[in-house]
């Protein structure tokens, strides 16, 4: 029996996502690990780590504004280029130049979760996909789908580089290894990328419609105002996670308890399946209390738990309170992309979910370079932990404050 072709992009579109997402996963478990071994001290890793993201922000607003006129296929196959250049370039040398230009020009996730041009185009694709009363439940899988496989990532790469170890290799050459890995699953997802329909691509009248890079308008017309609202607030909220990226938080555990790469490996797998399931119930809390309620709801005890970690005094503790706020941390993503597609005018989504999703890689680019001299001093190294928290419980209030007035159409 013959699949629809709509569900067969739905399907290439989830498998992306996990392929992306176990590939994030596995290289932000090693990626400071190996930064220290290749000779960086913790501030050039954060410098490196800002420009990763701010490099990611650049490449996403160029990627995102064309996607449509230029061919939403064509524009998932360059970002997959960049992180096989980035992956490539990480494996192959030292230098912090090299590195450097590697961070900035290629894409790489050191928090283990999505960045770069690729959410906000599926997304969109996604959404012209499927049935607008799917559009949460199908969200909230997918985000899933991503959270389990940035969990097998973490995992796998933490029990292959510790595994490296144990047969002899040198650090550094076990971390090279699993970052080639991570080049290789760019290939892997380019090919998956060639596999989608034609369906996918922007419809002509709409594609005509967008603008060239940093036009003023960037494809926002009456959904203007509050994509940049949403924009603005989802900038500070990606700020503050900016400070407790999955990399520094390996990290972290690493030199305050001696975590070997095999437990940090296991510590963030437990996590983010935690994360995933979360996600998976955000949609029924939603139906019931609406998609902002939602949201807030569940991410402002989350940030509490968060500044509570580095106060545990025991390695288990801390674990068991960080796999605590990951049970409930990520149940307003999947809920905030929805309300995104909803309150946004339909021709401009793809401009939508670009232009939000680069305020959050923005956001999120500014603060390693910050974070990285805190961690450097044992006495601070808690310090972000408490930033970031307090900073998210700010973003909640004037989220709840600014948008419980804004109702998408199936709340009204």
């Known amino acids: 029996m013959s699949i629809p072709a709509a569900d067969r992009d739905v399907a290439l579109l989830f498998a992306t996502r996990a392929v992306r997402l176990f590939a994030y996963g596995f290289m932000s478990v090693v990626l400071v690990l190996h930064l220290a071994a290749a000779g960086l001290d913790e501030r050039q890793a954060g410098l490196l780590l800002t420009l990763t993201l701010a490099g990611d922000a650049a490449l996403s607003l160029w990627i995102t504004t064309r996607a449509d006129r230029g061919g939403r296929r064509r524009m998932l196959l360059l970002g997959a280029g960049l992180m096989v250049f980035a992956g490539a370039l990480f494996a192959s040398t030292r230098s912090f130049a090299l590195l450097l230009v590697a961070a900035t020009l290629g894409i790489m996730s050191p928090s283990g979760n999505e960045v770069g041009p690729f959410l906000a185009i599926e997304q969109a694709a996604l959404s012209q996909r499927l049935p607008a009363a799917r559009r949460t439940s199908i969200f909230a899988w997918y985000q899933l789908a991503g959270a389990f496989a940035t969990a097998l990532g973490s995992l796998a790469a933490g029990l292959l580089s510790e595994r490296l170890q144990r047969g002899g290799l040198a650090p550094l050459a076990s971390y090279r290894i699993v970052i080639a890995g991570y080049g290789a699953l760019g290939v892997l997802l380019a090919l998956l990328f060639t596999r989608l329909s034609p369906a996918v691509e922007a419809p002509s009248r709409e594609a005509a419609a967008r603008p060239a890079f940093l036009a003023p308008d960037l494809g926002l017309r009456r959904s203007r105002g509050v994509v940049l609202r949403l924009s603005a607030l989802f900038s500070l909220d990606a700020f503050a996670g900016g400070f407790v990226v999955q990399s520094f938080v390996a990290w972290w555990f690493h030199q305050r308890f001696g975590v070997a790469p095999g437990l940090l490996g296991g510590i963030f797998f437990g996590a983010n399946v935690l994360a995933g399931v979360s996600a998976l119930l955000a949609a ?106 307090g900073l998210k419980v700010v973003y909640d209030v004037a989220l709840w404050r600014s948008f419980r007035a804004v109702k998408p159409p199936e709340e009204r």
């Not at 809390?285 to 709801?297: P, S």
């Not at 990520?330 to 309300?339: C, G, L, N």
């Not at 974070?371 to 930033?387: D, E, I, R």
């Open 284 to 389: 029924p809390l939603a139906r019931r209390i609406g998609l902002v309620n939602t949201m807030v709801a569940t991410h402002l005890p989350s940030n509490v738990l968060l500044a509570l970690v580095p106060l545990m005094p025991t390695l288990p503790l801390a674990i068991g309170l960080l796999l605590l706020r990951f049970s409930i941390s990520q149940m307003d993503v999947p809920t905030r992309q929805s309300y995104t597609m909803a309150v946004v005018d339909p021709g401009e989504r793809s401009a939508a979910a670009g232009v939000t999703g680069i305020a959050r890689t923005i956001g999120a680019a500014l603060a390693p370079v910050a974070a990285g001299p805190l961690y450097a001093v044992p006495a601070l190294a808690g310090l972000p932990f408490l930033v970031a928290g």
